[in-house]
Each structure stands twice: as structure tokens, then as C-alpha cells.
């Protein structure tokens, strides 16, 4: 062989083992410190060859901050109605072709009642935007379900600072609201007539309330970088979040972004994976959007840094007209099977369920 032959080999085997090297120097330096910059996230991101490694660490980072625990929470869907229109959501309100409807005050306490009996220790109420429940009408729900000795978790959108203190007053815990992306402009450009400084600041307001805020964001957005979503993540940790929801983005076909790809399951584990490494002690949900592009998306997500899951337990038709995408699991479940479903599916991978509120452990 030829002596420059030989040394372009050597070259390429050096470059590779520096490439493999420095990818798991940065996996290391991230279970180790829970800091990363924003170049070294977006070489994870794009990297291919060692994403089993980082997700290997951040289920060793689950582990050692969180232990084997899994926090269940029992979703209740009680309105499909909302006056905002983002583009990715089927529950946008120039969405005609989605049959609408609003849960009463006693169906939801129902709900609650139900859930609570198998064994939720936390409920989350979540809707489109819906002004038809005011602040009194959220308040007296709110204080009716805190008898039941659950903690609650509100995922009901922007809203006024006075309104989130008397939610918080009226015994809600916790407060989800996803940042959706931090670009700014695709933000807007999505969420037309809502504004990305609103949004910062309802999770400011939140926590400056003394919420347990959860922010997270969709992947696989049209015209999404990978910086951005190095952006992202950063972001969750700038604000310290207590609960971070990543999802992929699965285009519904009653939306303009009707014929978009949409996200992949496994970009949605890794955002997920290198969040749980920058943000040990977060709770993280597994959630619903991943089961439904990977029938085990749930448990693999459990195994690569998630501790929570969010079973639905929204009884009957309603399951399926709260419709942010197609395919969503558990549409013609009920709330028993579910909580038996998922049960088995973390004892299988050699998890527990949780019996206590789930709150953020530091
Ligand atoms: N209206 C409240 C809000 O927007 O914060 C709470 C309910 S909203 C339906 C909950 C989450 O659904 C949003 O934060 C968004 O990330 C997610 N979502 C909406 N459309 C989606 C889609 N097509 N694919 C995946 N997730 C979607
Ligand atoms: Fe409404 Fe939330 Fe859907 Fe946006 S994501 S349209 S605010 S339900
Ligand atoms: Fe609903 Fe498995 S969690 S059927």
C-alpha cells in the first residue's frame, strides 16, 4: 500500500475515533454536570451513531435523582372548545369539522370522583381556551376537586395574572403550558394573534405564583432547526421548569398543516433525553403523542429519562372529539382499562407506580 494511502486511512480512523470520543465526552460531561452548550446539544441532536448512549444516560440520570417511581396523572379533557386557532391543533376554532362540547361542573367532579377511586394521587384539567369557564366557575371546580386530597394541574392556556393567583388560592398546584417552540417568529406564525412575549410571561407570572410550572415543546414544527430546538431545551433550563412535555407535532388533516411531515418519535426522544440530563430533577411525562407514533413510545420514553405518564380519564365519546391529531391512543378506552393498561406496562420494564402527589423532588 502506499504510504499516502496509509496515511489518509489513518487520518480518516483518527477523525473517527476524535468523532466518537467527543460524542461521548459530551454525553459524559452531561450526566456528570447537567450543562451543556448550545453547539454540543445540537451535535446530539443530528448525531445518529451514538443516540442509544445518550439515551442510556439520561435513564441513568431518571434513576439516580428520581428513583424507579413512574408519577401517574389522571387527564381530564373537559372542553374541546377554544378561541385560539394554532395551526397545528385540531381543536382550533376555525376547525368546523370537530363536533364541540363543554363539560358541566358535575361531570367533571364525576370524573375527578372516578379517577380518584383508582388511585390518582394528582388530576390534570386541561382545555382549548375557554372563556366560558370564568374565574369563579374554575375556582369552585377547582376547590371541590382539592376535597377529594389530590393535587391538581392546570392546563387551561393564557390567562390573567389575577386569575392564575386565584386558580393557585383555590388550591391548584401545578400549571402546564407548553412554549410550543421559542422561535419567536414561528411561534407567531403558528399561534396567529398570540404573542411569544405573552407566553414567557403567563410562565413568569406562574411561577413567580408559586405554581409548579411545566412548559415543553412540539418537535418536528415546519421549518424547525435543530438549533431551535438547542434553543428550546436551554430554555427549560433558563427557567428551571418543574414538569417539561415534548411531543412530536402530528399534522391533523382538519388543519392547514394538513400536509406537513411532522415530527419523528425519535427526535421527540432525544429533545427529551437531553433534557432530563440538563434538568435531573424535572418531572417528565411520557407522553401520549410519542405512544402514538411507536406503539411502545411510552415505556421507551420511560427508559430513556421520562418518570411520569398522564393516562386519560375522560369517560365516553369525549375522549375521541378532543381530537388534537389522528391516531391518539385511547380513544375507545376506558379510564379502568387504561389505569390497568399502563400499570402493567411499568411493572414490565421493572418500574413501580407512584402513590404519593409527585411533586418535584430537588
Ligand atoms: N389550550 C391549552 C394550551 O394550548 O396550552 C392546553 C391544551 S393544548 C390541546 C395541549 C397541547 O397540545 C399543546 O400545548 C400542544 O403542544 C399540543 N398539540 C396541539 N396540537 C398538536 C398536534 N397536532 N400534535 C401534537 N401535539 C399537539
Ligand atoms: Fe387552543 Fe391549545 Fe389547541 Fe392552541 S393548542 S388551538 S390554544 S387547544
Ligand atoms: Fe389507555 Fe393503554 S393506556 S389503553
Known sequence: MST???LFICAIIEKNEYGVKKMLDIINKAELMHDLNKNEIIQLLEDEQYKE???KAADRV????LGNEVHLRGLIEFSNICKQNCLYCGLRRDNKEVERYRLDKETILDFA???VSYGYRTLVLQSGEDFYFTKDLMCEIISEIKKLDVAITLSIGERSYDEYKAFKEAGADRYLL???TTDKELYERLDPGMSFENRVNCLK???ELGYEVGTGCLIGLPNQTTESLANDILFFKEIDADMVGVGPFIPNEQTPLAKERG???EMALKVMAITRLLLPTSNIPATTAM???NKQGRQIALQSGANVVMPNVTEGKYRALYKLYPGKICINDTPAHCRGCITGKIYAIGRTVSNDYGFRKK
Not at 62 to 65: L, M, P, S, V, W
Open 178 to 180: 407548553r412554549i410550543e
Open 263 to 265: 415530527g419523528t418519535f
Open 113 to 115: 370522583k372516578k379517577a
Open 62 to 65: 431518571r434513576e439516580k435523582y
Open 205 to 207: 407570572m406562574l411561577k
Open 53 to 55: 448512549e445518550l439515551f
Open 291 to 293: 405512544e402514538t407514533l
Open 4 to 6: 499516502y494511502l496509509n
